[in-house]
Protein backbone atom coordinates (compact mmCIF):
# COMPACT_ATOMS: atom_id res chain seq x y z
CA UNK A 1 0.00 0.00 0.00
CA UNK A 2 0.74 3.71 -0.62
CA UNK A 3 0.21 5.29 2.73
CA UNK A 4 0.57 9.40 3.40
CA UNK A 5 0.40 10.11 6.85
CA UNK A 6 -0.46 13.85 7.27
CA UNK A 7 0.56 15.77 10.74
CA UNK A 8 1.73 19.58 11.45
CA UNK A 9 4.44 18.34 13.14
CA UNK A 10 7.50 15.98 13.08
CA UNK A 11 9.88 14.82 15.78
CA UNK A 12 12.80 16.35 14.17
CA UNK A 13 15.55 16.81 16.89
CA UNK A 14 15.89 18.14 19.15
CA UNK A 15 11.76 18.06 18.97
CA UNK A 16 9.55 15.71 21.22
CA UNK A 17 5.77 15.70 21.53
CA UNK A 18 3.20 12.65 21.71
CA UNK A 19 1.03 13.39 18.71
CA UNK A 20 4.18 13.82 16.81
CA UNK A 21 6.14 10.52 17.47
CA UNK A 22 2.84 8.51 17.39
CA UNK A 23 3.19 9.36 13.73
CA UNK A 24 6.83 8.28 13.35
CA UNK A 25 6.53 4.82 15.06
CA UNK A 26 3.71 3.80 13.04
CA UNK A 27 4.56 5.60 9.56
CA UNK A 28 8.80 3.47 10.79
CA UNK A 29 6.84 -0.04 11.55
CA UNK A 30 4.67 0.20 8.61
CA UNK A 31 7.39 1.07 6.05
CA UNK A 32 9.80 -1.84 7.73
CA UNK A 33 6.44 -3.98 6.57
CA UNK A 34 7.16 -3.01 3.00
CA UNK A 35 4.61 -0.49 2.49
CA UNK A 36 5.56 2.75 0.70
CA UNK A 37 4.97 5.35 3.48
CA UNK A 38 5.13 9.54 3.33
CA UNK A 39 4.97 11.78 6.03
CA UNK A 40 3.57 15.47 5.21
CA UNK A 41 4.65 17.76 7.54
CA UNK A 42 6.21 20.91 8.52
CA UNK A 43 10.06 22.18 9.31
CA UNK A 44 8.44 23.21 12.75
CA UNK A 45 9.03 22.50 16.81
CA UNK A 46 5.85 22.48 17.82
CA UNK A 47 6.82 24.02 21.25
CA UNK A 48 9.10 26.88 20.26
CA UNK A 49 7.67 26.80 16.67
CA UNK A 50 10.92 27.54 15.12
CA UNK A 51 12.57 25.38 12.18
CA UNK A 52 14.55 22.84 13.08
CA UNK A 53 15.06 21.34 9.92
CA UNK A 54 15.65 22.28 5.61
CA UNK A 55 12.22 22.31 3.44
CA UNK A 56 12.14 19.64 1.44
CA UNK A 57 12.29 15.71 1.09
CA UNK A 58 14.29 14.08 2.47
CA UNK A 59 13.91 10.01 3.95
CA UNK A 60 14.28 9.41 7.71
CA UNK A 61 14.77 5.42 8.86
CA UNK A 62 12.77 4.09 5.55
CA UNK A 63 9.97 6.65 5.18
CA UNK A 64 9.50 9.50 2.92
CA UNK A 65 9.56 13.15 4.38
CA UNK A 66 8.20 15.93 3.00
CA UNK A 67 8.63 19.45 4.80
CA UNK A 68 6.62 21.90 3.73
CA UNK A 69 6.53 25.44 4.21
CA UNK A 70 4.14 26.34 7.58
CA UNK A 71 1.88 29.26 7.05
CA UNK A 72 2.34 32.92 9.02
CA UNK A 73 -1.03 32.97 10.78
CA UNK A 74 -1.61 29.83 13.20
CA UNK A 75 -4.20 29.55 15.60
CA UNK A 76 -2.36 27.85 18.57
CA UNK A 77 -0.22 25.20 17.39
CA UNK A 78 -2.55 24.80 14.15
CA UNK A 79 -1.39 26.23 10.65
CA UNK A 80 -1.64 25.45 6.97
CA UNK A 81 0.75 23.45 4.80
CA UNK A 82 1.90 25.41 1.37
CA UNK A 83 1.83 22.85 -1.28
CA UNK A 84 -0.32 20.40 0.43
CA UNK A 85 -2.04 19.62 -2.40
CA UNK A 86 0.20 19.25 -4.94
CA UNK A 87 2.14 17.04 -2.58
CA UNK A 88 -0.98 15.13 -1.94
CA UNK A 89 -1.73 14.72 -5.73
CA UNK A 90 2.23 13.83 -6.60
CA UNK A 91 2.16 11.06 -3.99
CA UNK A 92 -0.95 9.43 -5.44
CA UNK A 93 -1.74 7.20 -2.42
CA UNK A 94 -4.25 4.76 -1.34
CA UNK A 95 -4.92 5.80 2.09
CA UNK A 96 -4.45 8.97 3.82
CA UNK A 97 -4.14 8.95 7.53
CA UNK A 98 -4.54 12.61 8.71
CA UNK A 99 -3.73 13.46 12.28
CA UNK A 100 -5.16 16.57 14.45
CA UNK A 101 -7.93 19.04 13.82
CA UNK A 102 -6.18 20.87 12.16
CA UNK A 103 -6.89 22.94 8.89
CA UNK A 104 -5.62 20.40 6.45
CA UNK A 105 -7.98 17.29 7.95
CA UNK A 106 -10.30 20.06 5.92
CA UNK A 107 -8.59 20.48 3.01
CA UNK A 108 -8.12 16.86 2.31
CA UNK A 109 -12.23 16.35 2.75
CA UNK A 110 -12.30 17.95 -0.35
CA UNK A 111 -9.91 17.15 -2.11
CA UNK A 112 -10.33 13.34 -1.72
CA UNK A 113 -12.20 12.09 -4.92
CA UNK A 114 -10.30 14.59 -7.02
CA UNK A 115 -6.98 12.98 -5.90
CA UNK A 116 -8.57 9.17 -5.16
CA UNK A 117 -8.09 8.00 -1.77
CA UNK A 118 -9.86 6.76 1.21
CA UNK A 119 -9.45 9.42 3.92
CA UNK A 120 -8.98 8.71 7.49
CA UNK A 121 -8.78 10.72 10.82
CA UNK A 122 -7.00 10.50 14.17
CA UNK A 123 -7.83 13.62 16.42
CA UNK A 124 -6.36 13.07 19.10
CA UNK A 125 -9.47 14.22 21.29
CA UNK A 126 -8.54 18.21 20.76
CA UNK A 127 -11.06 18.88 23.41
CA UNK A 128 -8.06 18.57 26.34
CA UNK A 129 -5.18 20.26 24.25
CA UNK A 130 -6.50 23.59 24.41
CA UNK A 131 -3.32 25.47 25.02
CA UNK A 132 -4.19 28.77 23.71
CA UNK A 133 -7.34 31.46 24.36
CA UNK A 134 -8.11 31.39 20.43
CA UNK A 135 -8.21 27.57 20.45
CA UNK A 136 -10.78 27.74 22.87
CA UNK A 137 -13.04 30.56 21.13
CA UNK A 138 -12.47 28.68 17.81
CA UNK A 139 -13.55 25.43 19.31
CA UNK A 140 -17.00 25.53 18.60
CA UNK A 141 -16.82 26.59 14.90
CA UNK A 142 -14.25 23.86 14.33
CA UNK A 143 -16.66 21.34 15.42
CA UNK A 144 -19.47 22.67 14.00
CA UNK A 145 -17.32 22.03 10.45
CA UNK A 146 -15.99 18.30 11.70
CA UNK A 147 -19.80 17.95 11.98
CA UNK A 148 -20.67 19.08 8.76
CA UNK A 149 -17.49 17.09 6.74
CA UNK A 150 -17.39 13.82 9.21
CA UNK A 151 -19.54 12.25 6.14
CA UNK A 152 -16.64 12.24 3.83
CA UNK A 153 -14.18 11.10 6.42
CA UNK A 154 -13.86 7.16 5.67
CA UNK A 155 -12.83 6.17 9.21
CA UNK A 156 -11.78 8.17 12.52
CA UNK A 157 -9.60 6.24 14.57
CA UNK A 158 -9.44 6.82 18.52
CA UNK A 159 -7.36 5.68 21.16
CA UNK A 160 -9.50 5.24 24.39
CA UNK A 161 -13.35 4.99 25.57
CA UNK A 162 -13.37 8.24 26.47
CA UNK A 163 -12.33 9.78 22.88
CA UNK A 164 -14.62 7.27 21.00
CA UNK A 165 -17.43 8.42 23.36
CA UNK A 166 -16.59 12.16 22.98
CA UNK A 167 -16.11 11.37 19.13
CA UNK A 168 -20.39 10.21 19.43
CA UNK A 169 -21.32 12.75 21.31
CA UNK A 170 -20.46 14.59 18.09
CA UNK A 171 -22.29 13.04 15.86
CA UNK A 172 -20.33 10.82 14.19
CA UNK A 173 -21.95 7.61 14.17
CA UNK A 174 -19.89 4.27 16.17
CA UNK A 175 -20.01 2.36 13.07
CA UNK A 176 -17.04 4.53 11.50
CA UNK A 177 -15.42 4.45 15.02
CA UNK A 178 -12.40 2.27 15.44
CA UNK A 179 -10.57 1.76 18.60
CA UNK A 180 -6.45 1.15 18.54
CA UNK A 181 -4.64 1.20 21.87
CA UNK A 182 -1.68 4.33 22.05
CA UNK A 183 0.79 2.58 19.28
CA UNK A 184 3.97 3.57 21.22
CA UNK A 185 5.53 0.97 23.00
CA UNK A 186 8.28 -1.39 21.02
CA UNK A 187 9.89 -4.60 21.81
CA UNK A 188 12.90 -3.16 22.60
CA UNK A 189 11.44 -0.34 25.13
CA UNK A 190 9.71 -3.60 26.89
CA UNK A 191 13.17 -5.57 26.79
CA UNK A 192 15.59 -2.55 28.04
CA UNK A 193 17.21 -3.34 31.53
CA UNK A 194 18.59 -0.56 33.27
CA UNK A 195 21.60 -1.37 34.43
CA UNK A 196 21.20 0.76 37.70
CA UNK A 197 18.06 1.82 39.00
CA UNK A 198 18.05 4.72 42.03
CA UNK A 199 16.32 4.79 44.80
CA UNK A 200 15.63 8.51 44.85
CA UNK A 201 15.39 9.96 41.69
CA UNK A 202 11.99 11.11 40.50
CA UNK A 203 11.61 12.23 36.89
CA UNK A 204 10.20 14.55 34.56
CA UNK A 205 9.46 14.49 30.75
CA UNK A 206 7.63 16.21 28.23
CA UNK A 207 7.24 20.00 27.02
CA UNK A 208 7.71 22.75 29.75
CA UNK A 209 4.29 24.21 29.61
CA UNK A 210 2.24 25.40 32.10
CA UNK A 211 -0.79 22.73 31.32
CA UNK A 212 1.78 19.95 32.39
CA UNK A 213 2.26 20.64 36.03
CA UNK A 214 6.05 21.31 36.58
CA UNK A 215 5.51 24.04 38.88
CA UNK A 216 2.86 21.53 40.54
CA UNK A 217 5.81 18.85 40.82
CA UNK A 218 8.29 21.35 42.21
CA UNK A 219 6.35 22.78 44.77
CA UNK A 220 5.46 18.83 46.38
CA UNK A 221 9.20 17.99 45.68
CA UNK A 222 9.61 20.79 48.10
CA UNK A 223 7.66 19.07 50.34
CA UNK A 224 9.28 15.69 49.80
CA UNK A 225 12.77 17.10 50.30
CA UNK A 226 11.64 17.60 53.91
CA UNK A 227 11.21 13.79 54.71
CA UNK A 228 13.54 12.22 52.04
CA UNK A 229 16.67 14.76 51.93
CA UNK A 230 18.64 12.94 49.51
CA UNK A 231 15.49 12.89 46.84
CA UNK A 232 16.70 14.50 43.69
CA UNK A 233 14.54 15.97 40.83
CA UNK A 234 15.45 15.74 36.98
CA UNK A 235 13.33 18.02 34.56
CA UNK A 236 13.67 16.85 30.96
CA UNK A 237 11.92 19.00 27.94
CA UNK A 238 12.15 21.97 26.12
CA UNK A 239 11.18 25.48 27.39
CA UNK A 240 8.53 27.60 26.66
CA UNK A 241 10.94 30.60 27.88
CA UNK A 242 8.21 32.54 29.94
CA UNK A 243 7.36 29.55 31.94
CA UNK A 244 10.52 27.96 31.97
CA UNK A 245 11.89 31.46 33.54
CA UNK A 246 9.32 31.22 36.26
CA UNK A 247 10.30 27.56 37.25
CA UNK A 248 13.81 28.23 37.54
CA UNK A 249 12.97 31.12 39.80
CA UNK A 250 10.71 28.67 42.10
CA UNK A 251 13.59 26.45 42.78
CA UNK A 252 15.55 29.38 43.33
CA UNK A 253 13.18 30.78 45.29
CA UNK A 254 12.60 27.09 47.45
CA UNK A 255 16.17 26.74 47.50
CA UNK A 256 16.01 23.19 45.37
CA UNK A 257 19.09 24.32 42.89
CA UNK A 258 21.10 21.31 44.22
CA UNK A 259 18.38 19.16 44.62
CA UNK A 260 16.52 19.43 41.29
CA UNK A 261 18.25 19.52 38.13
CA UNK A 262 16.78 20.77 34.28
CA UNK A 263 18.48 19.35 31.74
CA UNK A 264 16.30 20.78 28.79
CA UNK A 265 16.26 18.26 25.36
CA UNK A 266 17.96 14.95 25.31
CA UNK A 267 18.27 12.53 22.46
CA UNK A 268 15.99 9.70 22.39
CA UNK A 269 18.63 7.09 23.97
CA UNK A 270 19.37 9.49 26.97
CA UNK A 271 15.35 9.52 27.78
CA UNK A 272 15.35 6.00 27.72
CA UNK A 273 17.99 5.57 29.79
CA UNK A 274 17.37 8.52 32.11
CA UNK A 275 13.32 6.82 32.49
CA UNK A 276 14.36 3.14 32.96
CA UNK A 277 16.91 4.54 36.11
CA UNK A 278 14.25 7.15 37.86
CA UNK A 279 12.75 5.42 41.29
CA UNK A 280 9.73 7.40 40.07
CA UNK A 281 8.09 8.87 36.84
CA UNK A 282 5.53 11.62 37.68
CA UNK A 283 3.35 13.91 35.18
CA UNK A 284 1.42 16.02 37.19
CA UNK A 285 -0.89 17.34 34.28
CA UNK A 286 -3.87 19.86 34.58
CA UNK A 287 -5.15 18.80 31.38
CA UNK A 288 -4.09 16.05 28.80
CA UNK A 289 -5.56 13.07 26.51
CA UNK A 290 -3.30 9.86 27.44
CA UNK A 291 0.75 11.47 27.21
CA UNK A 292 2.82 8.79 25.79
CA UNK A 293 5.82 9.30 28.31
CA UNK A 294 3.50 7.65 31.18
CA UNK A 295 3.26 4.53 28.98
CA UNK A 296 7.30 4.82 27.94
CA UNK A 297 7.75 4.65 31.66
CA UNK A 298 5.53 1.81 32.84
CA UNK A 299 7.48 -0.05 29.85
CA UNK A 300 10.50 0.31 31.57
CA UNK A 301 9.27 -0.54 34.71
CA UNK A 302 9.41 2.74 36.43
CA UNK A 303 6.15 3.53 38.63
CA UNK A 304 4.70 6.35 37.57
CA UNK A 305 2.49 9.41 39.65
CA UNK A 306 -0.17 11.51 37.72
CA UNK A 307 -3.63 12.62 37.65
CA UNK A 308 -7.13 11.81 37.17
CA UNK A 309 -7.28 14.05 33.78
CA UNK A 310 -8.24 12.29 30.72
CA UNK A 311 -7.98 9.29 29.82
CA UNK A 312 -4.67 8.81 32.20
CA UNK A 313 -7.23 6.02 34.27
CA UNK A 314 -7.31 4.43 31.09
CA UNK A 315 -3.84 4.14 31.02
CA UNK A 316 -2.41 4.08 34.40
CA UNK A 317 -3.93 1.43 36.94
CA UNK A 318 -4.45 3.15 39.86
CA UNK A 319 -2.58 1.57 42.46
CA UNK A 320 -1.25 -1.09 40.48
CA UNK A 321 0.77 0.48 37.83
CA UNK A 322 1.37 3.97 39.78
CA UNK A 323 -0.61 6.61 41.37
CA UNK A 324 -3.09 9.16 40.98
CA UNK A 325 -3.92 12.24 42.14
CA UNK A 326 -6.04 14.87 41.99
CA UNK A 327 -4.61 17.76 39.65
CA UNK A 328 -3.10 20.71 41.18
CA UNK A 329 -2.82 19.24 44.41
CA UNK A 330 0.16 19.62 45.94
CA UNK A 331 0.34 17.63 49.12
CA UNK A 332 -1.48 14.23 47.24
CA UNK A 333 1.68 14.60 44.63
CA UNK A 334 4.37 15.02 47.67
CA UNK A 335 2.09 11.91 49.80
CA UNK A 336 2.49 9.96 46.43
CA UNK A 337 6.36 10.58 45.58
CA UNK A 338 7.09 9.88 49.19
CA UNK A 339 5.18 6.67 49.32
CA UNK A 340 6.88 4.96 46.53
CA UNK A 341 10.21 6.47 47.20
CA UNK A 342 10.28 4.81 50.67
CA UNK A 343 8.99 1.78 49.72
CA UNK A 344 11.10 -0.37 47.53
CA UNK A 345 9.22 -3.68 47.70
CA UNK A 346 5.85 -1.75 46.45
CA UNK A 347 8.61 0.18 43.21
CA UNK A 348 9.06 -3.39 42.50
CA UNK A 349 5.94 -4.63 42.26
CA UNK A 350 4.62 -1.97 41.15
CA UNK A 351 7.16 -2.43 38.51
CA UNK A 352 6.37 -5.57 37.03
CA UNK A 353 2.56 -5.04 36.61
CA UNK A 354 3.40 -1.56 34.65
CA UNK A 355 5.96 -4.35 32.43
CA UNK A 356 2.98 -6.31 31.90
CA UNK A 357 0.49 -3.94 31.49
CA UNK A 358 2.40 -2.11 28.55
CA UNK A 359 2.21 -5.34 26.36
CA UNK A 360 -1.26 -3.56 25.92
CA UNK A 361 -0.11 -0.75 23.91
CA UNK A 362 2.86 -2.45 21.63
CA UNK A 363 3.75 -0.86 18.42
CA UNK A 364 3.36 -4.36 17.00
CA UNK A 365 -0.29 -4.87 18.06
CA UNK A 366 -1.17 -1.37 17.27
CA UNK A 367 0.08 -1.34 13.37
CA UNK A 368 -1.36 -4.95 12.71
CA UNK A 369 -4.32 -3.18 13.74
CA UNK A 370 -4.53 -0.66 11.34
CA UNK A 371 -3.00 -2.49 8.98
CA UNK A 372 -6.23 -4.45 8.68
CA UNK A 373 -8.16 -1.20 8.75
CA UNK A 374 -6.40 -0.01 5.87
CA UNK A 375 -7.14 -3.18 3.78
CA UNK A 376 -10.92 -3.21 4.67
CA UNK A 377 -11.08 0.47 3.12
CA UNK A 378 -9.51 -0.26 -0.07
Not at 44 to 65: A, F, M, N
Amino acid sequence: MRIAIACTYYPFPPSIGGVEAIARNVARELAKRGHEVHIVTSNLDVTTQRPVTDLGIEEREGVIVHKLKPSNFRVGYARTLEGLKETIAKIKPDIVHAHNLHPHLFQLTRWKKDIGYRLMAELHYPEVNLDFVIQKLLMKPAMYLLKKVSNQMDLFIVHTKLERSWLEKCGVEGSRIRVVFTPHISDELLKYISRSRSGNEVLFVGRLVFKKGVHILIKAFHKVLNKIPNAKLLIIGPEDSRYGRYLRELVRSLDLEKAASFLGSVDETKKIELMASAAVFSLPTLADYHPIALLEAQALGTPVVSTRVGAIPEIVIDGETGLLVEPGSIDQLAEAIEMLLTDERLRRKMSQKAREWSKNFTLDKAVSRLEGIYKLLL
